[in-house]
C-alpha cells in the first residue's frame, strides 16, 4: 500500500501511516497478550457468577483496570457493571465497547477443560471470553492513548446480567441509565459488542445490515387442573396430556415461520408441579419463547401471542369435552388457562451500514481467514438496548458473532447453554483485536466525518 | 333376633349372645372413641411423615397402646414399624390388622383444617387415619380380651412405607418378614387391611372377590439428546417434541385397557433435566404406572413394557428423521433411549370368598348406610403381599376402601395425593369399628371352621 500513500496529500499520508502502525501494534500485541487473557479467562471461567451476582469477575476486572491506571467512572452498576474510560486525543470521537460478565445456571461436563469448580453454574455461553478479551484491548487501547496514537476514546462497558433476557432485569439497560445520568452518552459515537459463536469455526463472522439479531420475549402457558391419583389419569383433565398435545400443535403452528426466518416460536420444557409420579400435577406451565426477526416485531409478536392463547383454550376445551363424553360425568373439574407475556429484548438492528463496513473491515484486517457470514440470528440479546433511542437520542452500533469453533484442535461447534459449551480459548485473541482495531478504524471514521 | 335365638341349641345361643354383646359394644365404644380417634388423627395429620421416617408417629403408637397395657412384640421395622398383640381366649384363631402410617411428598392446600405443618409433607392418602383408627379398633379389642370376650388374638401391624411402591421399600415386606422370623405369622389365620376411598361417599365401602386391586409398577423412559440452545429448537433433536409425542401415541395405545378394566398405563409427567426456559434439555425422563387387573399380571406387564420400548423408538427414529430431512444435515446428534422396569406391587386377591363375606356382613353391621360397591380399582398397594405365597405359607385376608367423603358436610370427592385432599374424620370411626367387627367375627369363622 505504500507506493498509492506517496501520491496522497502529507495529511493523508500521516493519518495512513498511523493506521498502518496502530494495525501492526494492535496484531502484534494481542499474540502478546494471548497468554495473559487466555489466564484471565481460565481463572473467570473457573469461577463463574451469575447475572447480578458478577462480584468477583467485577472485583478482577477493576483491579486489572486500575493496575493499568485505566480510570473507573463507575461501579457496581446493576449490581456488579463497571464502565471505565480510556482518554485519547481530547475532543476526539467516543467508542463504546461492552462485554458481558454472566455465567448461567448449567452443570458443566466432567471433561472440560478448563472447569467451573461451582456446582451447577457454569461459563456456557462463553461471556468469560468477552470479559477476558475486553480487559486485555483496554491493555492495548491504554497504551496507544498513551503513546499519543489513539485519537478519541474508549469506554469499556463490563456488563452484568445479559442473560436474564427480559428488560427489567436487563444489565444492558442498568448500564445506559448510568452512562445517560453520568452525562457520557451524549460523547458516545457508537458501541460495539462482540460474541464469540460456536456454531462457526474460527475466521467466520457473522455480521449484516439490518436486524442482525432478533428480538426476544416469552408467552408462559400456565394450567392449573384438579390434579388427582394417577388411578384417575383417564377420567380426570390431564395437565400431561394437554401440554404435550399443545407442544405439538404449537409447533405444527409455528414451525414454518422459523423454517423462513421470521419468528422462532419454541418451547424447551414443560414444568410440572410436584414430583410424584404417581400424582397427576394440579399445575404446570410452559414457555414459549417469541423471537421475531422484523422491525415490526411488536405487532408480530402481539399476534403470535393471540395464536398461543387460542390454541391452549382449544385444546383444553377438546380434552375436558372428550372426557366427559367418555365418561358421561360432568363434574370432572376445570381447567384455568393463565397466559402470561414477558417483554424481553428488542432485536439488534444495524441501523448504520457504514459501521457495519467498518466492522467487516476490522475484522478482515486482524482475524485470520476471515469470512463473512450473513445468516441472520435468532438469539435474543440486550446488547439491542444500547443501539435504541433513550431519552431522545439514538446512537449508532455494531454487534458481530465470531467464530470460536476449532474442530481440528479438539474444540467441535458444542452448543451454547450445554454442558459440552468450550471454545477455542484462541478466539478470544481475535475478540481482543477487533474491540481495539474497530475502536481506532471508528475513531478515523467519525473524526473525518466531523472534519467535513 | 332374640325370638329366633331360643329355638337354637344352648352353645349355639351363647354364641350368638356373645356375638351381639360384642357388637353392641363396638357400636356403643366406637361412638364413644370418636373424639379421642379423631384427636390422634388430627395429631398424626399435622406432622406428617414420609416412609421409613415415620418415628414420631410410631413413638404415639407405641406410647398409646402401652398405656393400654398392650404387648408390643416388634418395633423399629423397616425404620419405624410397630407390631404389638392383643391376647384374647388361648388356642383361637389370630387375626391379623394392618394399618398404614406414611405420608406424601405434598404441600397442603392453606384451606384444609387439620393442616400439615410441614413444608411438602402431607397425609394426602389418608393414612393418618388408618393409624388413629386402628389405635382406636385397639383399645375396643383389648377391652374385649380383658373382659374374657374375644375367643382368639388380634395382631395389630403399624406397617410404614406404603407409598414406596416398589417391593424392595414396601413397608409389607418388612412387616411380613419380621412376623415370619419372630414365628407370629405361622399362627395368623387372616389379614385385614382397611383405606379410606374418597371417590366414594360414606357408607360405600369397594370390596369384592378376587382381584381387589391391581399389580402396580413402572415403566421409566429416558432419553438424553445433545440438548442446545432454544434457537436452534427446530434444527436439533427435540426431547420436549419426542416425548410429547410420545406421551400422546402411548395414551392412545393404553387407554382402551383401561376403560376395559384390563390395565392402567399412564403417565403423571414429564421432567426435563436443568431449569431454563432458554435451553434444551439434554435429558428427560417419564415414568409409566403399568396396573394390570389379571392374576396373569407378570406376562401382561411384559408385554406392555415391550410395547413401551417400541413405540419409544418409533417416536425417536420418526422425529431424527425429519430433522435430517429438513436440515439436509446428518450431524444432528443422537438420542439415547433407556427403558428402566420396575418391579411394584402385586395385585391385591382375594383368594377366600368367605372372608370377603365376613368383611361384607361386619361392614354392614356396623356402618350406617352400607352399601357394597364392587368395581375394580387400579391402585396399588402393598397389602397385597400379606396375601401372597410366602416361605411355602398362603394366608387369606380381605383388603376393603371405606367410603370417607362427605359432601354435605364439607368433605367432598376430592382426589387422594392432592393438596386438596381431605375426608370427614367420622369415617375413622367406620373404620376402627370394622377391624374391631371382623376381627371378632372372623375368630369365630374360623373358630368354627377348625370346630368342625
Given at each position: ?72 467512572v ?54 468469560d471470553?468477552?470479559?477476558?478479551a ?24 463490563f ?96 414451525k414454518?415461520?422459523e ?103 476490522s ?51 458444542t452448543?451454547?447453554h ?26 478515523e ?8
Amino acid at each position: 500500500m505504500r507506493e498509492t500513500i506517496s501520491n496522497q496529500p502529507s495529511s493523508q499520508v500521516e493519518k495512513q501511516k498511523n493506521k498502518t502502525e496502530s494495525l501492526d501494534f494492535i496484531l502484534e500485541k494481542s499474540k502478546e497478550l494471548g497468554p495473559e487473557m487466555i489466564e484471565n479467562y481460565r481463572e473467570i471461567h473457573e469461577n463463574p457468577e451469575l447475572g447480578g451476582e458478577e462480584f468477583e469477575t467485577a472485583r478482577k476486572v477493576k483491579d486489572y483496570l486500575q493496575n493499568l491506571s485505566i480510570e473507573i467512572v463507575g461501579e457496581g452498576i446493576g449490581g456488579s457493571g463497571i464502565i471505565a474510560r480510556i482518554k485519547g486525543k481530547e475532543g476526539g470521537p467516543t467508542i463504546a465497547l461492552r462485554a458481558d460478565m454472566d455465567a448461567l445456571p448449567v452443570q458443566e461436563a466432567e471433561s472440560n477443560s478448563p472447569r467451573s469448580q461451582k456446582d451447577g453454574v457454569m461459563h456456557a455461553c462463553g461471556h468469560d471470553s468477552h470479559t477476558a478479551a475486553l480487559m486485555g484491548a483496554a491493555k492495548m487501547l491504554k497504551e496507544l492513548a498513551d503513546k499519543g496514537e489513539l485519537n478519541g476514546s474508549s469506554i469499556l462497558l463490563f456488563q452484568p446480567s445479559e442473560e436474564k433476557a427480559h428488560q427489567k432485569e436487563s444489565g444492558a439497560v442498568q448500564m445506559i441509565k448510568f452512562l445517560e445520568k453520568s452525562g457520557l452518552r451524549k460523547n458516545i459515537d457508537a458501541f460495539l459488542g462482540l460474541h464469540v459463536f460456536n456454531s462457526l469455526e474460527r475466521g467466520q463472522v457473522q455480521l449484516k445490515e439490518g436486524v442482525q439479531l432478533a428480538s426476544s420475549g416469552e408467552v408462559d402457558v400456565i394450567l392449573k387442573g384438579p390434579g388427582g391419583h394417577i388411578i384417575n389419569a383417564y377420567d380426570t383433565p390431564s395437565l400431561h396430556h394437554i401440554f404435550s398435545k399443545l407442544t405439538l400443535r404449537l409447533e405444527e403452528m409455528f414451525k414454518p415461520m422459523e423454517k423462513k426466518e421470521e419468528a422462532l416460536v419454541a418451547s424447551a420444557r414443560t414444568k410440572y408441579a410436584g414430583t410424584g409420579y404417581n400424582i397427576l400435577p394440579a399445575e404446570a406451565e410452559s414457555t414459549w419463547v417469541v423471537r421475531v426477526t422484523s422491525p415490526h416485531f411488536k405487532e408480530i409478536s402481539k399476534s403470535i401471542e393471540a395464536d398461543i392463547k387460542r390454541i391452549a383454550n382449544e385444546v383444553v376445551a377438546e380434552h375436558l369435552k372428550e372426557i366427559k363424553e367418555e365418561t358421561g360425568r360432568t363434574d370432572i373439574g376445570n381447567v384455568d388457562i393463565l397466559i402470561k407475556k414477558r417483554p424481553g429484548y428488542r432485536p439488534v438492528v444495524h441501523r448504520s451500514p457504514e459501521l457495519v463496513g467498518i466492522a467487516d473491515k476490522s475484522a478482515e484486517q486482524v482475524i485470520d481467514n476471515y469470512q463473512k457470514n450473513e445468516k441472520l440470528l435468532m438469539g435474543g440479546e440486550d446488547f439491542s438496548f444500547y443501539l435504541e433511542n433513550f431519552q431522545g437520542k439514538e446512537i449508532p452500533g455494531v454487534f458481530a458473532m465470531i467464530g470460536s469453533a476449532n474442530p481440528e484442535k479438539g474444540y467441535p461447534k458444542t452448543a451454547h447453554h450445554t454442558p459440552d459449551f468450550k471454545i477455542d480459548p484462541d478466539a478470544i485473541k481475535d475478540l481482543a483485536a477487533l474491540y481495539s482495531n474497530f475502536t481506532v478504524n471508528a475513531i478515523e471514521y467519525f473524526k473525518e466525518k466531523r472534519d467535513n
